[in-house]
């Protein structure tokens, strides 16, 4: 089982570009979930995706969007990149949207660096 | 809005010692999650708590869920180096495993 596998792992943009960051889910999960962590702070939510539907969502501008694929796996969006966009981004995989013993396993993130 | 509070934030410790990291959170929740993050890694889940009272422990660590005080603790027994790491707890209060997660606490742990 490989887990969650996220793409690609560094990444470096200028502002106003745009970025797609790459996730598949752990095996047999139907539930993706995606997170901004930036340097010394805690993740924070961005938004959620299943049925290839986007369920929940956090407090991000628009400029950040995404997409879920049949086979569950996801990409996020970001438009008009800022530098304050530079972050570690996780995505995190669960199974079924509100189950109340699901576990979720978080990828090894991806590193954004605007300049 | 949903506040997840850490404390301390900074943690420096002998090896051998005993030290808790405390959580507090702002709603009610009965799910409670402990994550521990290697700087440059992902997060690497500890223990999950889903009721009041519940108590996990592996190896070292020993975690705790009080959610009528909405308060979890994350206990340290005779801290080796390897513990070393910021150690996150994370609150989901829509039953989606939409995290929101504390500030972090940073633990390094001198021989």
């Known amino acids: 089982d490989a887990g969650v596998t996220q793409s690609p792992t560094h990444l470096i943009k200028t502002r106003g570009q745009q970025v797609t960051l790459r996730c598949s889910p752990k095996s047999g999960h139907d539930t993706v979930s995606w997170y901004q962590q930036a340097l010394g702070q805690g993740p924070q939510f961005i938004f959620q995706y299943y049925e290839e539907e986007e369920r929940q969502r956090g407090n991000f501008p628009d400029r950040f969007s995404g997409h879920q694929f049949p086979n569950y796996s996801s990409e996020l969006n970001v438009n008009a990149l800022l530098l304050g966009d530079s972050a570690l981004y996780l995505c995190?995989?669960?199974?079924?949207?509100?189950?109340?013993?699901?576990?979720?396993?978080f990828g090894q993130g991806t590193r954004l660096t605007v300049v | 809005e949903l506040k997840v509070e850490q404390n301390p934030l900074f943690l420096s410790m002998q090896e051998g010692k005993n030290y808790t990291i405390y959580c507090n959170y702002s709603?009610?929740?009965?799910?409670l999650y402990w994550y521990r993050q290697d700087p440059g890694k992902s997060l690497e889940s500890l223990f999950v708590l889903l009721s009041n009272g519940a108590v996990k422990q592996e190896g070292r660590l020993m975690a705790s869920l009080d959610t009528k005080a909405r308060l979890s603790t994350l206990h340290i027994t005779a801290a080796v180096h390897d513990l070393s790491a910021t150690y996150f707890c994370?609150?989901?209060?829509?039953?989606?495993?939409?995290?929101?997660f504390g500030t972090g606490t940073s633990l390094t742990v001198i021989p």
């Open positions: 994370a609150v989901d209060i829509i039953t989606g495993n939409q995290f929101y």
């Open positions: 995190a995989s669960s199974l079924g949207q509100f189950s109340m013993n699901t576990e979720a396993f």
């Open positions: 709603t009610t929740s009965d799910r």
